[in-house]
Nanobody
């Protein structure tokens, strides 16, 4: 089993920045990729990006390229989501999630999930 514990989030003004972190523990050797997704009220969950656990290669949804950056700190098994130039439409619950094996980029089907953290962007 893999446990994912998220930290960060909160309220920020439009144009501001936030960093979310996701600490993985347990059988981390089973992690293939770790991703970030979000779900806004009344909307479907959407994929933001993900990073390979071993090589740190990143993939992003087109609509976050240039604003969001995923990085991994291998020393403490933490993956971060740096979000810049936030907009009110970025308001959502953000989730980190891990894959045990390959699934297509963009999928929202993951094997392990963090608890979610609310990000609110005020205008």
């Amino acid at each position: 089993q893999v446990q994912l514990v998220q930290s960060g989030g909160g309220v920020v003004q439009a144009g501001g920045s936030l960093r979310l972190s996701c600490a993985a523990s347990g059988r981390t050797e089973n992690i293939y990729h770790l991703g970030w997704l979000r779900q806004a009220p009344g909307k479907e969950r959407e994929f933001l990006g993900r990073i390979t656990w071993s090589g740190g290669i990143t993939y992003y949804a087109d609509f976050v390229k240039g604003r969001f950056t995923i990085s991994r700190d291998s020393a403490d098994n933490t993956v971060n989501l740096q979000m810049n130039d936030l907009k009110p439409e970025d308001t959502a619950v953000y989730y980190c999630a891990a894959l045990r094996r390959f699934r297509p980029i963009g999928t929202d089907v993951f094997d392990y999930w963090g608890q979610g953290t609310l990000v609110t962007v005020s205008s």
